[in-house]
């Protein structure tokens, strides 16, 4: 499998992890990519592309309601627009290398969604972009429960919450190689 297919794959079984499984992200990576060789490049960008998927994750699910009219946000469609949207729209990624890669996983039957439904919002939200980046996340995105439980927080805490909850992370990952020494 090429490259790029294989890490957007493995991004995929990540955010499938953490939002069916409720597992963090760190024990899903280790489980993803258990016994796959990647240079420290892709781990980097799978990790990064993971996080920040799920970082954003209540932007990009209001912004697949917009395109896609019914959809349920546990399967592999959803979790498959999560990971490409927020890379087209958070990551900056090429849109020829998401799109291709997103609509390649589903006609090699790697990821169970339905090719002209991810291929017609992709290209959908790509000619919309512009409208889509105006996209603000606010209080009343989150869940009832969490609204209601930090109900208490000022209107300044509130977006200061929402400010770094959005903020892109720095980023710095070290992987530990093992190293086989020879004994002569």
Request: glycine share 2%.
């Given at each position: 499998m090429d490259a790029g297919l294989e890490s957007r794959l493995i991004i995929h079984n990540i955010i499938k992890l953490s939002i069916n499984k409720s597992m963090n992200i760190e024990n899903?990576?280790?489980?993803?990519?258990?016994?796959?060789?990647l240079s420290n490049d892709n781990k980097t960008f799978i990790y990064n592309a993971s996080l920040t998927s799920i970082r954003q994750y209540f932007l990009i699910k209001k912004i697949i309601k917009k395109l896609v009219k019914k959809i349920d946000f546990k399967n592999d469609t959803f979790i498959l627009l999560l990971s490409s949207l927020t890379q087209?729209?958070?990551?900056?990624?090429?849109?020829?290398?998401?799109?291709?890669?997103?609509?390649?996983?589903?006609?090699?039957?790697?990821?169970?969604?339905?090719?002209?439904?991810?291929?017609?919002?992709?290209?959908?939200?790509?000619?919309?972009?512009?409208s889509f980046i105006k996209e603000r996340v606010i209080f009343k995105d989150y869940?009832?429960?969490?609204?209601?439980?930090?109900?208490?927080?000022?209107?300044?805490?509130?977006?200061?919450?929402?400010?770094?909850?959005?903020?892109?992370?720095?980023?710095?990952?070290?992987?530990?190689?093992?190293?086989?020494?020879k004994k002569y």
């Open positions: 899903a990576f280790l489980i993803a990519t258990k016994n796959v060789d087209l729209l958070v990551m900056n990624i090429k849109e020829y290398a998401v799109v291709n890669s997103s609509v390649e996983l589903c006609k090699q039957k790697k990821i169970n969604a339905p090719v002209k439904l991810i291929n017609g919002t992709l290209r959908n939200f790509i000619r919309k972009k512009k869940p009832n429960w969490f609204y209601n439980n930090i109900s208490y927080l000022t209107e300044k805490e509130k977006n200061n919450f929402i400010y770094n909850i959005n903020k892109q992370p720095s980023l710095h990952i070290i992987v530990k190689e093992k190293k086989y020494l």
